[in-house]
């Protein structure tokens, strides 16, 4: 069995490119009171399946240990707000604390707007 915590997460990703874009992720959780991040270096494509951006991300997180991490995302850009785009996108961490190794995971559903 796992276990299910309260969570809120704050992030901004900063990329550069048209079509191929790469970058870097920020992260900061607060997950049971908790403070934990992420830096990530990301990548993603435009243009799959017309509205589609694929993506993702490897880099490090910190906080309840510290660890290698990653992200997959899907986003969908709808063309009369090109800006604005649904996600959805999974994170992941194998996480060193002392003696402890765990993994943590997380699934996000929701809306961003690009600048």
């Not at 915590?5 to 009171?33: H, P």
């Amino acid at each position: 069995g796992g276990e299910s915590a309260g969570l809120v997460a704050l992030g901004t990703r900063l990329e550069r490119g048209r079509r191929t874009m790469f970058g870097a992720d920020l992260s900061l959780w607060l997950l049971d009171g908790d403070a934990q991040g992420r830096v990530l270096l990301s990548f993603a494509r435009r243009g799959v399946g017309r509205w589609l951006e694929l993506g993702g991300g490897i880099g490090a997180h910190v906080g309840a240990g510290y660890g290698p991490a990653g992200s997959l995302s899907l986003r969908v850009h709808v063309p009369p707000v090109p800006r604005a785009a649904g996600y959805l996108r999974y994170d992941a961490a194998y996480l060193v604390d002392g003696d402890a190794r765990t993994g943590q995971h997380a699934l996000t559903l929701g809306l961003e707007w690009g600048f």
